[in-house]
């Protein structure tokens, strides 16, 4: 088993990415409503609507998420490995203090199958985790384009100044946080809450799942909790 102190620290270097990657989408973003308000103020308003249908400036959000997941899912695999080895260490450890002696690590074949298995569901749920990024409820291309056609919308009207509208949309942003969006519910959870639950869960499957199988191989019918 894994101590809670590890359990507290594990997810951290997974959550810094998605971290990174928040910064990088509301710079965007923001960078981009600028961008596009500007030529909406030149241009006519069907212009800019039709940059907006053809996926005006989401190549580098694009971009941004397939990085991250890519980036993500070989650090879960490097995290989950790490772990099940710490824990089955731990474990080594507790059978020693009573004259037992398991299986080496690297030979357990029965382990190395478990691993295999939660590794697959783990990443298979950071998949769900990219795919389901989102701002105030809203899929990340649905989010941008609807703040953009606000802030458009305001300066074609001609009610609210460029500077005005601009500032509104970006400060908006800039309060705003990354999301994982499960859409069959409509909740939104936070992409801390959402990383923690996805590795603590699986570690914690993993590991008791590792733990029944060296006490099944050294005869033990008692375990403490």
């Known amino acids: 088993m894994l101590t809670p102190n590890y359990m507290e620290n594990v997810s951290k270097i997974i959550l810094g990415y998605y971290l990174d990657l928040e910064e990088v989408i509301l710079f965007n973003i923001g960078k981009n409503l600028i961008e596009a308000a500007e030529m909406g ?3 006519n308003l069907k212009r800019t609507e039709t940059l907006i249908r053809q996926g005006y400036a989401l190549k580098t959000l694009n ?4 990085k991250t997941n890519s980036i993500t ?3 879960v695999e490097k995290l989950i490995f790490g772990a099940a080895k710490q824990s089955y260490k731990n474990d080594e450890y507790i059978y020693s203090l009573g004259k037992k002696e398991l299986q080496e690590f690297d030979h357990n074949s029965k382990i190395k199958q478990l691993i295999s298995v939660y590794t697959k569901q783990c990443m298979y749920d950071f998949n769900n985790l990219t795919n389901t990024l989102g701002l105030e409820g809203k899929p990340i291309k ?3 384009q609807s703040e953009l056609n606000k802030a458009v919308v305001k300066i074609q009207n001609g009610g609210t100044s460029r500077n005005k509208a601009l500032n509104q949309a970006v400060n908006n942003l800039a309060s705003k946080g990354l999301e994982s969006i499960d859409y069959s519910s409509g909740r939104s959870y936070s992409v801390e809450a959402a990383v923690r639950t996805a590795v ?3 570690l914690n499957q993993l590991t008791s799942k590792m733990s029944e199988y060296n006490a099944d191989d050294m005869g033990q019918d ?3 909790i």
């Open 41 to 43: 103020e030149n241009e």
């Open 63 to 66: 971009k941004a998420l397939r």
């Open 73 to 75: 899912l070989k650090e």
């Open 142 to 144: 649905q989010y941008y």
């Open 200 to 202: 603590n869960t699986t």
């Open 222 to 224: 008692l375990m403490e």
